[in-house]
């Protein structure tokens, strides 16, 4: 069964605090790891794709992966209101499967 | 660049009535094309994906059909729509494992 297990939130934080989003995910075989933003009423869009164990920084984004925990995580430093949104991980498999979590919804309070 | 068209926009339909959504791809060749649902708070839930012409996997078993007829186009279809499926439909083209989303159709059956 491939699962992937985020917190639905709300997780609420201060403007300029670090937000942080975890997901867990119980197939050891998962490839690459992705986070995407979907804004109230639109499509996901992709903001982080991460395939080896460590950081990887773009901008105010970091995603962090451990294969071994099985565990994938989003910072957002400086967090603005307009990160305001729901975050989804997703976990990908070498035939093109892709599987989604539920999301965690993100309010920046200003 | 790649771009991805999905109409209509929104949809209101009766109950038992057909559907017919369509999604097209500009910009690139052969790519995988998928179609997800997701339901008002949920997640995302895949429903069909493609690799080529002709060729379509399902997911669910359901009252929904996907056909490719052209590379760059993925229609899904229903003869008969029920209350429960009314959702966004989301069609994702990918390569190399990641995948992109279009903008997204909003449906309500009645």
């Known amino acids: 069964q491939k699962e992937v297990e985020q917190n639905s939130g709300p997780l609420s934080v201060p403007e300029g605090a670090i937000a942080s989003l975890n997901c867990t995910y119980s197939?050891?075989?998962?490839?690459?790891f992705f986070w995407y933003r979907q804004y109230s009423g639109k499509s996901p869009e992709l903001i982080m794709s991460i395939y080896s164990n460590g950081d990887k920084e773009d901008g105010r984004f970091t995603a962090q992966l451990n294969k071994a925990s099985q565990y994938v995580s989003l910072l957002i430093r400086d967090s603005q209101p307009s990160d305001s949104a729901t975050y989804l991980c997703a976990v990908g498999y070498n035939n093109n499967d892709m599987r989604f979590g539920a999301g965690t919804r993100l309010t920046v309070k200003p | 660049s790649q771009t991805i068209h999905q109409w209509p926009a929104t949809l209101v339909q009766p109950v038992g009535s057909p559907l017919s959504l369509e999604c097209t791809v500009e910009g690139t060749s052969n790519p995988n094309l998928y179609w997800y649902r997701q339901a008002a708070g949920r997640g995302l839930q895949l429903l069909f994906y493609?690799?080529?012409?002709?060729?379509i996997s399902s997911e669910v078993p359901q009252n929904l059909s996907a056909s490719r007829p052209q590379d760059r186009q993925f229609i899904l279809s229903s003869k008969k729509l029920l209350l429960s499926d009314s959702g966004f439909y989301l069609c994702?083209?990918?390569?190399?494992?990641?995948?992109?989303f279009g903008p997204g159709t909003r449906l309500l059956v009645l």
């Open positions: 197939d050891r075989v998962s490839q690459s």
């Open positions: 493609s690799v080529g012409i002709g060729q």
């Open positions: 994702a083209w990918g390569l190399v494992g990641t995948q992109y």
